[in-house]
């Protein structure tokens, strides 16, 4: 997901309130790096309803933490509370003039990243291309911020079948990560993460389960072992593990990722639905091995 920039504050009266509130979306970000989604929420949540109370709700401010509101509510599979926060945040874009520029092509990026999330690939990709070219557009576009976007349209051309395309976008990607940021950060995981991906939508099982294990490694590395983010990387890799006849480890990493996950997001978030299903289901689609501890 990409953050929307904060701008530099209101006017008068506001001035107090605005750094109050940039200072509530910085800790926010703590928090959900650190993967307390729940306490993330609410803190925007008590962050906004101040801010409305001194300058109203239609500040063109409120567009940063109802981002941040709309990011922490994909995570947590929340995803009509996500949409909400997006669409609110674009519409006061929209009405204060701001119809280029990174913040709009943040949102953009978000709101295909949603979409793809609920399983909607074909509705995500024209949100997704249409969020690069403006971000395109933007004089002085950050490298990073356009490797971001890139690397979401490959991920949702993966869902659509367009393989070659994505995988020549992720190598890309993923160079300009390793350059930037170096091997072990965070976005060369999540890259590795999509690239295995892609190829086990093309069924080189084995090559796509030793992907996963490298972004596993990297994600884990990264943001610690018990952070919610590594299970959907988990989840792969025991789709991958369930296909080579891994069958114990495809197992203990379905249980992992649950492990990671219930209690910090909702029940019907997709990763932890799934791995749910897939313990639980008979082969040859699920392994048969009985409710989760």
Not at 269 to 285: I, V
């Amino acid at each position: 997901m990409t953050q929307v920039r904060a701008p530099a504050g209101a006017a008068g009266t506001g001035v107090d309130a605005a750094a109050r509130l940039r200072a509530v979306v910085a800790h926010a970000r703590t928090l959900r790096d650190a993967g307390d989604y729940q306490g993330a929420r609410a803190h925007l949540r008590r962050g906004i309803a101040e801010y409305e109370s001194v300058l109203g709700p239609e500040s063109v401010d409120l567009a940063v933490p109802l981002n941040e509101l709309g990011m922490i509510g994909k995570y947590r599979g929340e995803f009509a509370e996500a949409e909400q926060a997006y669409q609110r945040a674009l519409r006061l874009y929209d009405r204060h003039g701001v119809r280029t520029g990174v913040n709009v092509a943040a949102l953009l990026h978000n709101l295909a990243g949603l979409a793809h999330a609920r399983g909607d690939a074909w509705a995500a990709e024209p949100i997704a291309r249409r969020g690069l070219a403006v971000l395109e557009a933007t004089a002085g576009a950050d490298r990073l911020d356009l490797a971001a976007d890139r690397a979401a349209l490959a991920a949702i051309l993966i869902d659509l079948g367009r393989l070659g395309q994505a995988h020549a976008t992720l190598t890309g990607v993923l160079e300009t990560y390793r350059a930037a940021l170096g091997p072990d950060h965070h976005e060369v995981g999540v890259t590795l993460h999509n690239l295995g991906s892609l190829e086990f939508r093309a069924r080189r099982f084995a090559v796509a389960a030793g992907t996963l294990r490298q972004a596993y490694t990297v994600k884990r590395s990264a943001l610690g072992a018990h952070h919610p983010d590594l299970a959907i990387t988990l989840h792969h890799l025991a789709r991958c593990e369930q296909q080579l006849g891994d069958t114990g480890n495809a197992e203990r990493h379905l249980r992992e990722a649950i492990g990671l996950l219930q209690g910090r997001v909702a029940d019907t978030e997709p990763t932890l639905l799934s791995c749910r299903q897939r313990l639980t289901a008979p082969p040859p689609w699920g392994l048969g091995a009985g409710r989760e501890g």
